[in-house]
Every structure is written in structure tokens, then in C-alpha cells.
């Protein structure tokens, strides 16, 4: 597969977040994502850890397994599989408590064959707008 795509979202705080992206194959024909499964994280930046829980479970250099990311999950899923489409949504719930800022986001695709790949990344901007 090639680089992953970027494109920067924009996310009102405590607004529910959707939107809909499309896989082609290099000949641009869509991409069946039939059985591929997705998923995402936003993260204040690439690699971010949740220092205190990372701590606290006493990791040392080889137990990288046990790691905890700090990250907000993205919910992923196949809109149309024979036509490249997947979905990205975060709930507003996720995002109300969250600090208003610039942030990072990524998807990745696990293939049929249990191949994983990073397709999509970018910012996300997130701020107040209107919650309600």
C-alpha cells in the first residue's frame, strides 16, 4: 500500500464528529474493503503515552506490549466495502471534556489477510463551538 492520505478534520467539542473516506487502488478504481477491519486514535501527538498508567505498570525497555497510549479512539467502520468507503465517527461524549488544541489522528486498516496498514492521518482541531 502507499503513504497513508492526510487531511486535517475539524472537531467542535462535544459535537459528534462523522465523515466518510474513500480507498482507490493506483489504477484510481475503488478498493474493496470488504471484511477490513479499522481503527483510530486522536492523540496530542504521534507515540503520546499516558505517562501515569505507564508508570504505574513498571515498564521497562522490553515490555513495550504494555505501554498504554493516551488517545481518544476513533469508531471506524466499512460504509460501503465494494467501493472503498469507510467511516470515521467520534461521539460527542468523547470529545467534551477534551482541551481545545491541535492534535493528531490516524487510521489503520487491517486487511483479510491480517495485514495492517496506516491509510489516513492528519490534524484535528478541536475546539469549543457550540456544545449543546
Known amino acids: 500500500m502507499t503513504a497513508p492520505f492526510s487531511v486535517n478534520i475539524h472537531i467542535s467539542a462535544g459535537s459528534d464528529f462523522a465523515q466518510e473516506f474513500y480507498l482507490a487502488n493506483p489504477d484510481r478504481s ?14 496530542k501527538h504521534p507515540g503520546a503515552i499516558d ?43 468523547c470529545t467534551y471534556g477534551i482541551q481545545e488544541g491541535k492534535y493528531y489522528y490516524s487510521v489503520q486498516m487491517t486487511d483479510v489477510n491480517g495485514t495492517k496498514s496506516k491509510i489516513l492521518s492528519g490534524l484535528c482541531f478541536i475546539d469549543f463551538g457550540t456544545i449543546g
Not at 30 to 43: A, E, L, N
Open 30 to 43: 475503488s478498493m474493496d474493503i470488504t471484511g477490513c477491519k479499522f481503527s483510530g486514535t486522536i492523540q
Open 51 to 93: 505517562a501515569i498508567t505507564t508508570e504505574l505498570a513498571g515498564i521497562t525497555g522490553s515490555d513495550v506490549n504494555d505501554i498504554k497510549y493516551k488517545g481518544i479512539s476513533l469508531n471506524c467502520s466499512v460504509a460501503n466495502g465494494k467501493r472503498g468507503i469507510y467511516r470515521v465517527e467520534v461521539p460527542g461524549s
